[in-house]
T-cell receptor, first 112, second 111 residues
């Protein structure tokens, strides 16, 4: 199965700024997704990253706040824009195909 | 969209006992049924999965059973060990779509 490298692993950011998280997959994958996980809770889907086109966002998540890029089948970025303390969370990317999905190691974001 | 419920939310067992976690889903189009294990501070790891054309799958101490008619599938862990302690998530989906995670089950295995 695919191996996903995610960076940064953690960051502390000032409110009002933006952070871009990157995920690199070691092989081409059909699907890539971005999730958010609050401490002690489950994973919530933010969006599906579509290769060469706009991402598909879940209810409650908007492109202006969480712009996503996926220029090819092995790379995607998520930007958390105009951050507030409520954005403090763990962000994970996921990739795979019909044979299964793997996850990046996550980015622990703290907004102060 | 998919509605996923997972029970129990916490489960405590003695080492060597069996553990069973059940996942109920709503979307009859779902055809892929994985279970993930997440240790504290780590990424979710796929431990076993099953597809809709199979009723049961086993991998050493871990098994998954599927009842498509009733729309539920279960994770079975036998001969539990302390290293099985973690949070377990079910995440049913339809091929080509995102995994939708249950709320998780915290399994504690005491020695």
């Amino acid at each position: 199965s695919a191996v996903i490298s995610q960076k940064p692993s953690r960051d502390i950011c000032q409110r009002g700024t933006s952070l871009t998280i990157q995920c690199q997959v070691d092989s081409q994958v059909t699907m890539m997704f971005w999730y958010r996980q609050q401490p002690g809770q489950s994973l919530t889907l933010i969006a599906t990253a579509n290769q060469g086109s706009e991402a598909t966002y879940e209810s409650g998540f908007v492109i202006d706040k969480f712009p996503i890029s996926r220029p090819n089948l092995t790379f995607s970025t998520l930007t958390v824009s105009n951050m507030s303390p409520e954005d403090s969370s763990i962000y994970l990317c996921s990739g795979g195909d019909d044979y299964g999905y793997t996850f990046g190691s996550g980015t622990r974001l703290t907004v102060v | 969209g998919e509605n996923v419920e997972q029970h129990p939310s916490t489960l405590s067992v003695q080492e060597g006992d069996s553990a069973v976690i059940k996942c109920t889903y709503s979307d009859s189009a779902s055809n892929y049924f994985p279970w993930y294990k997440q240790e504290l501070g780590k990424r979710p790891q796929l431990i076993i999965d099953i597809r809709s054309n199979v009723g049961e799958k086993k991998d050493q101490r871990i098994a998954v059973t599927l009842n498509k008619t009733a729309k539920h599938f279960s994770l079975h862990i036998t001969e539990t060990q302390p290293e099985d302690s973690a949070v377990y998530f079910c995440a049913p989906n339809q091929a080509g779509t995102a995994l939708i995670f249950g709320k998780g089950t915290t399994l504690s295995v005491s020695s």
